[in-house]
């Protein structure tokens, strides 16, 4: 017993996140436990922690740990409890097909499907090209990415396919030249990163480009969004697949996707 005391003693030395947490147990129980006195039916109540060199510190790494943990539990409870959302977003430069492919699965029970946020703000919001890929623009098109994404998940579908995301307005406000902007944007969007399941970068390639009222940008621009989407997402080490192929091969690649969600018993889906 005593050797054992030496070797955790001498542990407490080497790792001081072992003391921190030792102390608080300790003061946790100090706290907690009753006091009983020398006679049988009288208990003294609680006492104070002894003092207040026994609240550790935590670190940042500690935080993060606990963070984590209670984020895998969260999932493996959604994962059997059956409400674990599958969340799919088609992102990347105008004009690639991405709405036109979600109209595909918009009548499968599955699914619910997330509008395109652009759309719908420069159709009632005048932007001249010079401010289009701006802060201010861009983040007000992410406030409104997030607050679609919001409302269709009350639909309570396990599956949910998004017609862009949050990280579509930081890499066009990047574009722009505004890279405090950016990332400022970005650091807005990192937590919810990791709700998005698959992203896919649809290539422009083999897709003709139509400009309208809302995709005001000509073919030279579209491809060069095109690839700083990639690079962008790259230099982060932020998985994506590059989408391309014809129109059917796109469908395809996405059902196969989308069945795999569907038939996966621990509620992600696994690369074929």
């Not at 059956?82 to 599955?110: M, N, Y």
């Not at 700083?228 to 196969?256: A, H, M, T």
């Not at 795999?260 to 690369?271: F, L, V, W, Y």
């Amino acid at each position: 017993m005593t050797a054992l005391c030496t070797i955790f003693k001498g542990l407490r030395r080497i790792f001081p996140w072992l003391r921190q947490s030792t102390q608080y147990f300790r003061c946790a129980y100090h706290s907690a436990r009753p006091r009983v006195s020398s006679r049988p039916s009288q208990v003294i109540p609680s006492r104070p922690c002894p003092s207040k060199r026994h609240r550790p510190h935590l670190s940042g790494a500690m935080v993060q740990c606990v963070a984590w943990s209670l984020d895998n539990l969260t999932n493996r409870t959604e994962h059997f409890m059956g409400s674990r959302r599958h969340k799919l977003a088609f992102i990347g430069t105008t004009c690639t097909g991405k709405t036109t492919l979600l109209e595909t699965f918009h009548a499968d029970p599955r699914i619910a499907v997330v509008p395109e946020a652009a759309r719908e703000y420069f159709s009632s919001h005048t932007v001249d090209i010079a401010n289009r890929y701006s802060a201010a623009v861009q983040g007000a098109l992410q406030e409104l990415i997030i607050e679609q994404e919001k409302t269709t998940e009350r639909l309570n579908r396990p599956i949910l396919l998004c017609d862009r995301s949050v990280l579509d307005a930081v890499v066009y406000t990047d574009f722009g030249g505004d890279s405090r902007g950016a990332d400022s944007l970005f650091v807005k969007a990192k937590p919810l990163i990791r709700t998005y399941e698959r992203f896919w970068i649809l290539d422009p390639a083999g897709i003709p480009h139509i400009q309208d009222l809302v995709r005001i940008e000509d073919e030279t621009t579209r491809q060069l969004i095109h690839e700083r989407f990639i690079r962008f997402l790259s230099e982060r080490d932020i998985p994506f697949e590059l989408l391309s192929g014809s129109r059917q091969e796109r469908v395809d690649r996405v059902r196969w996707w989308i069945e795999r969600c569907a038939m996966s018993p621990d509620g992600t889906a696994s690369e074929r």
